[in-house]
């Protein structure tokens, strides 16, 4: 069996979600706590966030920035606010469906935090599709989709790394690492500007190319 492994922000759901989790919905939080002006907030929180830097682990935890700027509430009530943001991309139901009729295992690999990763797929829709769904930073403690990483996933899912297709939006994360182990990837460029016979524009060319 050949499994597929998807990156989840940016190639099967768009990333507004996130987006304003981190840069509306804490500042607003921190407004609602303190009083202040909203793009003096803003500005502090984001200054915060770069002096952690997201090659800490810290950077990714969303229980790390509600203590540290001990914000009232819990995560769910904050994710609460920006659901309705959620949306897979037009033709992801119907490229998933057929990777399942063709009998692929389908699993997602991602950067995020557990906490973004199973509030999306939910909300999305995905869950029936994935078999499993894995976390960097969550799940092994690193903060990059790294060599190492992928390595992981192949032993745990005890497969040569031959029989593992990726795909993502990230250009080296997602296609020149995997690619590097021997592992056959695609780099997704929504934006159309590329050109190469491992660069597809939507899912619909990824599943073509396979």
């Known amino acids: 069996m050949k499994v597929i492994s998807f990156d989840l922000d940016g190639t099967l759901v768009t990333d507004e979600f996130s987006q304003m989790v981190w840069h509306q919905g804490i500042p607003e939080l921190y407004v609602e706590k303190y009083g202040c002006d909203y793009d003096e907030a803003k500005h502090f929180i984001v200054q915060e966030y770069n ?5 800490a682990l810290d950077w ?20 609460q606010r920006f659901t309705h943001l959620i949306k897979a991309y037009p033709e992801v139901p119907e490229v998933l469906s ?3 009729r063709a009998s692929y295992q389908l699993i997602i690999t991602s950067n995020a935090a557990r906490e973004f990763l199973e509030t999306e797929i939910e909300k999305a829709q995905l869950t029936p599709f994935f078999d499993y769904v894995f976390s960097a930073t969550s ?3 690193e ?14 899912l005890h497969i ?20 590097s182990l021997g592992i056959r990837s695609f780099f997704l460029d929504r934006k159309g500007t590329g050109e190469g016979s491992a660069i597809v524009k939507d899912l619909r060319e990824f599943i073509n190319k396979l």
């Open 98 to 100: 057929s990777l399942r």
């Open 51 to 55: 002096k952690v830097g997201d090659k």
């Open 160 to 179: 040569h790394h031959t029989q593992l297709i990726h795909v993502g939006d990230h250009f080296e994360f997602d296609y020149l690492i995997p690619r």
């Open 60 to 79: 990714y935890n969303i229980h790390y920035w509600l203590t540290l700027f001990e914000l009232d509430g819990n995560w769910e009530n904050l994710f």
């Open 139 to 141: 799940d092994f403690r």
């Open 143 to 156: 903060v990059k989709k790294t060599a190492d990483f992928y390595q992981r996933i192949c032993t745990l």
